[in-house]
Structures are given as C-alpha cells and as structure tokens.
C-alpha cells in the first residue's frame, strides 16, 4: 500500500483486530495493520488478508506513515498494561488531532485516566466497546464508543458502514465523555453475565427437576426463542443442546467441566455497582455461581456429604409443561430485572461523571450484534423514550404491565428450584430484587435500631421527619 492512504490503523491481529479489519476493508476502506506477533501477521497476510486493502507493517512507524490524516488508529489488543504499552508504541509517531481508539474490553477507568494524558498531548482518545464475538466483529457488532466527540464524527461513517444494522439503524452511537462507552460496554457485559447464568438456571432445572434430555431442551429453548423471549443467547442455547461429541455420541455440552472462568468484566460490573451503590443482584448472581463453579473439588466432596435433593426425575407430561410454561415466565421477568439493574447502573454513571447518556439509544444500540441482542431490548429503548430520567426500567408502566401477570408463575419456578434443591441464584436475587423494590416498607427499619443500639449510629423518625437523625439508648429503654 502507497503512503498516506490507509483509511485506519489496526493494532492487534488477534480474533478481533483480524476480524475487524476485514469488515472495515470489505466496506472499502483501505486498512494498515500491525501486529506484534510477527508468526500471527504472516499468517494473516498470507490467509484471509490476501489480496485485499490490508497492508500489515513491521513496526508502528511504518504503519502510521501510510495512514491518512489526521491519523484513526483502533487497537484491539488485551485489556490493562497491553494497551498502555500499545499506546507507548505509537506515541512517538502522533501529532495534534491524531485518533486512538481503543476497542478491547478495557476498564473504564483506565479510559478515563488514558483521555486524559492523551487530551493533555493534543491527541484524541476514543474508548469503544466493541460486542458480538468474531462473527460480530467480522459481519456487524454493535459498537459503543465514548469520548472525543470531534473525533467520533470523523469516525462515523466507518463506523455506521461496520456495524449491525437493525430496524432502528446501525448498532453505534456517540456514548458519551471520557470512559462512557467503556462503562456501557462493562455494563453490556455484567447483563450478559446475569442472563447467562438465568438460562443456567432454567436449563438445570429442567434437565433435574423435569429429567429433560438435550433434545427436549433443545426444542424447548427454539421454542422460546420464537416468542417474547427472543435472544441471540437462547438461540446458541438451543444450538448447543444439538450438538453431540462423535466419540461418545453423548450431548456435548454434558462433557463441559462444569467450572465457568471469567475475564473480569462482571466482576469489575458488581464491584462498580457497589462503590455506586447501585443493587445489581441478578448480575451478582451470575459473577458468584462463576465462582462457585469453580470450586469443583469441594463441590464434589460436599456433594458425597449430603445427599442430593430427593425430587430430581422425570414429572408427568401435563406437570412438565406446566413448570416449563413456568420457567419460561420466570426467565422473561427475571431477564427485565437483569436490564433494569444495568440500566440503573449507567444511568447512576452518567449522573456521577456528567456523561449525558441517552439510555434509549444505549437500548438501540444493544438490539443488534452484540452478545445480549434480545426481542425485549425495544421496549426497554421505548421506555427510556417515553421518560429519558426514568431511575429504574420497573417504574415503566408498561414494563410493569409485562410483569405483573408473570409473578405467579416466577414465584412457582423459584419455589420448585428451591424444593427440589436446585440452585438458582440468579431467579431467586431476581425476585428478591423485584420483591425489595416494590416494597413500600422494607425490614430496615431494624436495621437502624440494631446500628443505633450496638454503635449509636442515630436513625431518623418515619412519623417525624423534622427531627432529623436523633439516638435512642436502646438497652436503657428496654430495662425500664
Ligand atoms: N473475543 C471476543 O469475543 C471479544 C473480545 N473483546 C476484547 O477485545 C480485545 C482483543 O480480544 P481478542 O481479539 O479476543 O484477543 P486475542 O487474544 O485474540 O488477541 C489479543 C491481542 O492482544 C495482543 N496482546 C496480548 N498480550 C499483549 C501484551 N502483553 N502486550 C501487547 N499486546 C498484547 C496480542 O498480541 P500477540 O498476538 O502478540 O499475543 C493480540 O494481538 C480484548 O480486550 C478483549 O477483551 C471484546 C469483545 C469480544
Ligand atoms: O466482551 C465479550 C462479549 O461481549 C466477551 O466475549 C467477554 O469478555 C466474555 O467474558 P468472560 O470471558 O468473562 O465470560
């Protein structure tokens, strides 16, 4: 490629950067890559990148000398000290209005602190969520991108050309400052957590509670996804359930180690939701039954040490229809109480760091390419449109209306997991939370009289607000 007419820079040819670059190259764009890996650029250039717009370099100089200016360059490499090393790399080479973007899953305050140093250097620094996996990457993904907003509207076009498009347009929106599309793409991640580990749930139940088999669940869950619960992740589920090892001829999925790993973007989700003071119960939920899993070796030995529960078999067909209709109700409210914590939690962000989000087009944006892509992601998107400062998805009349008529099939499938001695974390704090937040009054009246009695902590009055915080010696008053 000639200097000065690549129309972006990719850094990293891993899964994402490779995938990328050919999706932005099969949209006309002349593409400069390069990759630390010399073995993995080869292989690159000598495979998928043959003969087209994708001239990979040696060295970062090299590659910033073909870039058109002022220069956009996306790295998609790992996330923490990579990206700051990457950025080391490139430095040297930047002048004023150069672009960084970068797209991996970095935590948003390492964006923060990066558009900072990089602002105070004239450059302009884009940090971009980027969802749906390789295919996303390769044929459409929803794209979250936060920052410089100058340099978003140069970006653009790129961006549109690249990303899923749905009935609402193309899966990209300018998020908002500094570490906004990171924190949405953090977000994005710990629902995505929360609604795996609810399919879990419903998956275990069925399968130990109603003895269903892998293609009875396979079915199951097509069918479900071709109603109201319609989501990229029941749609693999379904798939998933299909596939048999050619060895054994067995299910595959039963051969999985059931020990789930993690990379940290749930956890950095409940632990952000925390120093918020956001409650995320449903997303919890999915980053502790990961670290359950992965205590395989005491699970097996406390497993010998208590008996399983006694239910566990097949119910008769008129039973077995009834749970699963059950279970199907039970995902869909406890999915919407995964959505509403998110939502709560961006919108808590954006008051806290004054990043202006619109969860409405955070909504829009999630409805294609992304991993949590779901039917229920447009009356979410409505939701926020009709009351933009709405502070919870449950308060939405409509959503309210949806769950209403679910609660007593939610409240069967929870007491049935719960009977039968199956674990379920995720539907459980889903219905516990749901059951917190419409409560009027809550048990932490006691609360405060425990923290006033062991620690004069003061509480304040119900029936006399005007009195502020006030202490009562809580022993004296009960001896007398
Ligand atoms: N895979 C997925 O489904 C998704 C991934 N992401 C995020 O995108 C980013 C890239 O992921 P993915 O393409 O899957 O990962 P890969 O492991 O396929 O590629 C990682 C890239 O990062 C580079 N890298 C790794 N360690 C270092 C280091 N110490 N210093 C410099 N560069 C390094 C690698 O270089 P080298 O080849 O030399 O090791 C490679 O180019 C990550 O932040 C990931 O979380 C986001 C959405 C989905
Ligand atoms: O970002 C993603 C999807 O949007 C990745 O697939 C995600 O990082 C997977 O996370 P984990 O490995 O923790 O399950």
């Known amino acids: 490629m000639e200097q000065q007419v690549a129309d972006i820079g990719i850094v990293g040819l891993g899964v994402m950067g490779s995938s990328l670059a050919l999706n932005i190259e099969r949209h006309g764009y002349g593409v400069a890559a390069w990759e630390r890996d010399p073995q993995l650029a080869e292989t690159f250039a000598a495979g998928e990148a043959r003969g087209k717009q994708i001239a990979i370099f040696k060295d970062p100089a ?5 870039l058109k200016r002022p220069r956009r360059i996306l790295m998609m490499v790992k996330a923490g000290p990579p990206v700051d090393w990457t950025i080391e790399q490139f430095i040297p080479y930047l002048e004023g209005d150069d672009i960084l973007i970068d797209g991996g899953n970095s935590h948003f305050e390492d964006t923060r602190r990066r558009a900072a140093a990089l602002n105070a250097r004239g ?7 980027v969802s749906g996996g390789e295919r996303g990457a390769l044929f459409g ?4 991108p936060g920052g410089s907003r100058s340099a978003y509207d140069e970006l653009r076009p790129i961006l549109e050309d690249i990303a899923a498009k749905t009935d609402d347009g193309p899966c990209v929106a300018y998020i908002g400052p500094d570490g906004a599309g990171h924190f949405v793409k953090m977000v994005h991640n710990g629902i995505e957590y929360g609604v795996m580990q609810l399919i879990a749930e419903v998956y275990d139940i ?6 269903l088999g892998a293609e009875e669940l396979a079915q199951v869950f097509d069918r479900w996804n071709a109603g109201a619960l319609q989501s990229f992740l029941l749609e693999i589920t379904a798939k998933i359930f299909r596939v048999r090892d050619r060895e054994t001829g067995q299910p595959l999925v039963d051969l999985v180690l059931d020990r789930a790993e993690q990379k940290g973007t749930g956890k950095w989700t409940t632990q952000t939701a925390l120093d918020l003071g956001v409650p995320t119960p449903t997303i919890d939920a999915g980053v502790e039954a990961r670290l359950i899993s992965s205590l395989k070796e005491e699970r097996v030995r406390a497993a010998r040490l208590f008996e399983e529960a006694a239910n566990e078999g097949r119910r008769e067909i008129n039973e077995r229809e009834r749970i699963a209709q059950d279970l199907h109700d039970a995902l869909y409210a406890s999915e919407l109480c995964a959505y509403a914590q998110g939502m709560s939690l961006i919108r808590a962000a954006s ?8 969860l409405s087009e955070v909504a829009r944006i999630w409805k294609g390419g992304c991993i949590i892509r779901a039917r229920l992601l447009d009356r979410v998107k409505n ?5 933009k400062g709405l502070p919870n998805l449950l308060l939405d009349p409509e959503i309210a209306r949806l769950i209403i008529p679910l609660q007593g ?14 674990p379920c974390l995720g539907l459980a704090a889903s219905l516990a939370y749901f059951d917190s937040y419409r409560s009027e009054r809550l048990p932490q009246n006691l609360t405060q009289a425990q923290r006033d009695l062991f620690g004069a902590h003061t509480y304040e009055r119900a029936d006399k607000p005007e009195l502020g915080h006030i202490h009562t010696d809580w022993e004296r008053a009960a001896d007398q």
């Open 383 to 387: 939701a926020y449109l009709r009351d």
């Open 141 to 144: 993904p929803s794209l979250m």
């Open 62 to 66: 090299q590659m910033v000398h073909a």
């Open 409 to 422: 099939a939610w409240r069967r499938a929870v007491s049935l997991a719960v009977n039968d001695g199956v």
């Open 123 to 129: 450059l302009r620094y884009i940090g971009m969520g």
């Open 206 to 211: 069925m399968r130990r509670a109603l003895g």
């Open 351 to 358: 008051n806290e760091f004054d990043w202006g989000i619109d």
